[in-house]
């Protein structure tokens, strides 16, 4: 290096000349929870269980879900359907509980793949976090569709 | 002494004081806002409008963190390096003039905590206490890398105080005092000291971003090499101290290159603003100016910073002696050459 390339000033303020023109660029910013990034076609997120189109839960509790998933984030303990229930589950068997830790999902879709029956799907938003681990554990009340409006 | 007189600089000095640490605490927003305006993002926005409140949000969270002193540390030391490292930040502000006097009340009031004819050489005075703060800091930490960024800090304080102090002797045979009221009052209008003496400026620049510890020359708390440098071992509002410490370093710092280069409250057309004014208000749109001056260099100082990457340690202690070192000679060398061509004629 000679003496003025030793100074580093010219590419100081060449460095510094580029800086100043990235201050009026248009700012990449996401506001996070108020603006929603766009998310792709085959985004998965947090689980959705589904409802058939008369508003019946589809899921018929076969276990294929928690079998194919390779986190074990899956847990369910399955009943029968009894006398009266018709409109509530699709199938004779269903679901009583229906468990997800999403702290152990890493959200990989094998259990959407695994479904015979189109009963679930990663299509929700991103998972919220939480202060508990023990409030990472989904039941039915949040995976669950809305039932249909009538 | 006058009571008259006492009040009026104990009002002076509060209102220094107090204007020193605001100017800092936001400094600490313009900073991440500049930050990120640089890196095309937006910056901290969501404590108050704008993020206004940002600063007291950070330092309410400073004031709540748990204050750890290690066990093997020296006790007083510990304590004593942030506390110096802050002091010596604060007290260099008393020489530097403010603004031209200003008449209340038929009593004519300067704009100048103290007017002492050494004034250059209090401010580096107190600039080299500053490093005493960091080295005792970085030592009583008892960990090696606060011991290593104390020792940077210690070499590279001193390598840079050298060019500093030379080219401000080719300042002081330019202005012929060292007092800078004086020095500023020589500067009236458009008569600043850069169009005389633009090297010793461009030195001056880069000896006070070593000397405040700013990048490119941040060695001594350098994260990827030194985990946190001399304050690696503070928590709490210790290490809030030091941290602050450097934005009032760095407000002192712009204050000290307005006044001696960039004509402190001067500025083109002043006479006519005075006489328009009167001399109250005259002044304080100089106060204004020199403010405007302060904010801009502090821009400066950010810039630069998001900028220009770490200096190694060799490449600063190269810059330092081979490069800065003779051209600061050169400089005085020039500037005493066309002095003394100049009264010839």
């Not at chain 2, 990827?224 to 030091?242: D, I, N, R």
């Not at chain 2, 400089?331 to 009264?343: A, F, H, M, P, S």
Request: charged share 20%; proline share 4%.
């Amino acid at each position: 290096m000679n003496f003025w390339e030793r100074l580093y000033l010219p590419a100081i303020f060449q460095g510094m000349g580029i800086t100043f023109k990235h201050m009026f660029k248009k700012k990449e910013t996401v506001f996070y929870p108020e603006v929603e990034r766009e998310f792709s076609e085959n985004w998965r997120g947090m689980h959705s269980l589904k409802r058939d189109e008369q508003g019946r839960e589809r899921c018929t509790a076969c276990g294929l879900c928690a079998l194919s998933c390779p986190a074990e984030a899956i847990t369910m303990i399955a009943a029968e359907r009894q006398k009266g229930e018709e409109n509530l589950y699709r199938e004779e068997k269903y679901a009583a509980v229906y468990e997800i830790n999403m702290l152990r999902c890493i959200f990989c879709g094998l259990c959407e793949e695994a479904c015979p029956k189109e009963a679930i799907y990663l299509d929700g938003p991103i998972v919220p976090s939480d202060y508990l681990r023990k409030d990472f554990i989904y039941g039915k009340d949040k995976l669950v569709e809305e039932p249909l409006k009538s | 002494m006058e009571l008259a007189f006492v009040i009026e600089k104990f009002v002076l000095i509060t209102v220094i004081f107090s204007l020193s640490l605001v100017v800092a605490m936001y400094s600490t927003l313009a900073e991440r806002k500049i930050a990120a305006f640089l890196q095309d993002r937006i910056g901290p926005n969501r404590a108050g409008p704008g993020g206004m409140f940002q600063p007291l949000a950070d330092g309410a969270k400073m004031f709540f963190k748990e204050e750890i002193i290690p066990a093997d540390s020296s006790k007083f030391l510990f304590i004593a390096g942030p506390s110096l490292a802050i002091l010596t930040a604060c007290i260099g502000s008393a020489v530097i003039p403010w603004g031209q006097n200003i008449l209340i009340a038929g009593r004519t009031v300067s704009l100048q905590v103290t007017d002492i004819n050494v004034g250059i050489l209090y401010i580096f005075g107190v600039v080299s206490l500053g490093v005493y703060g960091v080295m005792i800091g970085g030592w009583a930490s008892n960990n090696k890398f606060s011991l290593m960024g104390a020792i940077r800090a210690a070499s590279q304080n001193i390598s840079y105080e050298i060019p500093m102090g030379l080219s401000i002797i080719a300042l002081l045979l330019v202005t012929g005092t060292l007092s800078l009221k004086e020095i500023t009052e020589q500067q009236h209008g458009w008569h600043w000291n850069i169009l005389y003496q633009p090297l010793g400026f461009i030195l001056f620049l880069v000896c006070s971003f070593a000397e405040t510890n700013r990048t490119p020359f941040d060695l001594p708390e350098c994260e990827t090499e030194l985990v946190g440098g001399y304050h690696t071992e503070y928590s709490s509002m210790k290490l809030g101290f030091f941290l602050f410490a450097e934005y009032i370093n760095m407000f002192i710092s712009s204050a000290v290159m307005a006044t001696l280069y960039f004509g402190g409250y001067n500025y083109p057309g002043m006479d006519w603003v005075n006489n328009a004014m009167g001399p109250l208000w005259g002044p304080l749109i100089g106060m204004v100016v020199l403010f405007a001056k302060i904010f801009a260099f502090i821009f400066f100082f950010m810039w630069v910073r998001w900028t220009v990457p770490r200096f190694r340690y060799d490449q600063l202690m190269n810059l330092g002696w081979k490069v800065l070192i003779p051209l600061a000679i050169a400089n005085i060398v020039i500037t005493g050459v066309w002095i003394t061509i100049y009264d010839k004629l």
